[in-house]
């Protein structure tokens, strides 16, 4: 192997086994899945669908592929499923290629309270490009007014309602969200992407009775490879029973060439260890974690040396894996926070909050349970890693970002550089090392 990618591979390994994974959208894949993603099936073209392939030799792919299909379809109780899509937005794209003309209408969650880019985000996107988008946002309280949802779909009359969240930490009424789709005709997309292993272990709502079709990625809380599944509920079949041959024809060929079969083999090794009980007790864990981690990052830590003693969370909390943290009250930047927690080991991500009119320096971070749970963590190591986190923002509670875009970039580009002798959050750094050599990665 080239000796210089063997390097940063081996860095990049050193790096995952010594600092904190906050961001709520990794995990760690199981060996028996990396082995899979990195097996001879990388090797094979196949073109189509099992036993209708445009390539010959694929007779054990058509096994593969069928078996992860079927493993789908037995774990979510669902008539349809089709493994293939690359990733969550291409999944995304075939559904809504599927249901919509260019020029229909859609309605989603705007991405700044949470929602995602393919659920209709406006120019930027081909969802708010190809498709006339509407969107709803969050209250004051960081809470979803469903009233509203339910005016704007009465009067917007959308074809598809695709909902589901990035950084929303509350639990999603689909109940009620199949209830506003059925009184205006529309189709309900439930993207779960964030929020599959929670549905497996029954510690979040399942959209499966309300929705028409359900969209998820496969690694996150699946801890599997990073592809994506769309599956057809019995509702959707009962509203239009070709749905999933027009699903199949949007990902194949309408948006895609042949599928990465080391991928749909990664995807069936996930489905196996989902069905599991030990991956039900971990998806309680990812929650139960998240609720201490949440709480303590609230009511604050006696360890913080500046005035900073507590964080602000949107909506209070969370219900899920993630939470949301404003940092509005403490005048700072989601992106000198973020850069400050990483020189302490501790890996989250800038983020967007309701209100912020800009992904590039956001006034959030997002931070996440599901990697430090897989590790074994629990309740005890949330507590600790709340207060480090207080602490490291402590330290950079005076560091405010200039107004102009320029002045901004001059700012972060000084600072990465001044805080590497920051003495306290290389003090943490250190604990968080420890932390982690207790709980390897597996």
């Not at 591979?9 to 010594?18: A, D």
């Not at 995990?27 to 001879?40: F, I, K, L, T």
């Not at 209100?355 to 949330?382: C, H, K, N, Q, W």
């Amino acid at each position: 192997m080239d000796k210089h990618l063997q390097e940063l591979i081996t860095r990049e390994e050193k790096r995952q086994e010594n600092t904190l994974t906050l961001i709520p959208s990794e995990n760690y894949a199981s060996r028996a899945v990396r082995e899979a993603v990195g097996s001879v099936l990388s090797n094979k073209y196949s073109e189509g669908y099992p036993g209708r392939r445009y390539y010959q030799g694929n007779d054990l792919v058509d096994e593969v592929e069928r078996l992860a299909i079927e493993r789908a379809k037995k774990l979510f109780n669902v008539p349809h499923a089709n493994v293939q899509p690359y990733s969550g937005s291409p999944a995304n794209s075939a559904v809504l290629f599927a249901l919509c003309e260019p020029g229909d209408t859609i309605m989603g969650m705007e991405l700044a309270s949470g929602g995602h880019l393919t659920h209709g985000q406006p120019k930027i996107t081909f969802s708010g490009k190809y498709f006339r988008s509407v969107q709803f946002g969050v209250e004051g309280d960081g809470t979803i007014d469903y009233k509203k949802v339910q005016a704007l779909a009465k009067a917007e009359k959308p074809r598809v309602i695709i909902i589901g969240t990035t950084a929303y930490p509350l639990a999603l009424d689909w109940k009620l969200f199949g209830e506003i789709a059925d009184s205006v005709g529309a189709y309900l997309v439930a993207d779960i992407a964030h929020v599959v292993g929670l549905i497996i272990g029954n510690v979040y709502p399942s959209p499966f009775p309300y929705a028409h079709i359900v969209t998820t990625t496969t690694h996150k809380t699946l801890r599997g490879p990073r592809g994506a599944m769309i599956m057809v509920t019995e509702k959707g079949l009962g509203k239009y029973g070709k749905l999933g041959e027009d699903i199949d024809r949007a990902v194949f060929p309408g948006l895609q060439g042949g599928p990465h079969n080391n991928t749909t083999a990664g995807i069936a090794q996930a489905l196996f260890e989902a069905d599991t009980p030990e991956f039900k007790k971990y998806a309680k864990q990812v929650v139960a974690n998240a609720k201490v981690l949440a709480q303590a990052l609230q009511e604050g830590s006696s360890l913080a040396r500046r005035p900073l003693a507590r964080l602000k969370l949107i909506g209070g909390g969370t219900e899920s894996h993630l939470m949301l943290v404003d940092l509005r009250p403490n005048g700072l930047s989601g992106n000198v926070v973020a850069e400050a927690l990483e020189k302490a080991r501790i890996v989250c991500n800038k983020n967007s909050i309701p209100g912020d009119t800009s992904p590039f320096y956001p006034s959030g971070i997002r931070l996440g349970t599901p990697a430090v749970t897989t590790r074994g963590m629990g309740e005890t190591e949330m507590t600790k890693i709340a207060e480090w986190i207080i602490k490291a923002v402590g330290e950079v509670e005076n560091e405010k970002l200039p107004e102009d875009k320029d002045g901004k970039q001059a700012f972060l580009k000084e600072f990465k550089v001044r805080i590497k002798g920051n003495k306290v959050l290389q003090e943490i750094a250190g604990k968080v090392k420890d932390l982690c050599q207790k709980f390897p990665v597996p």
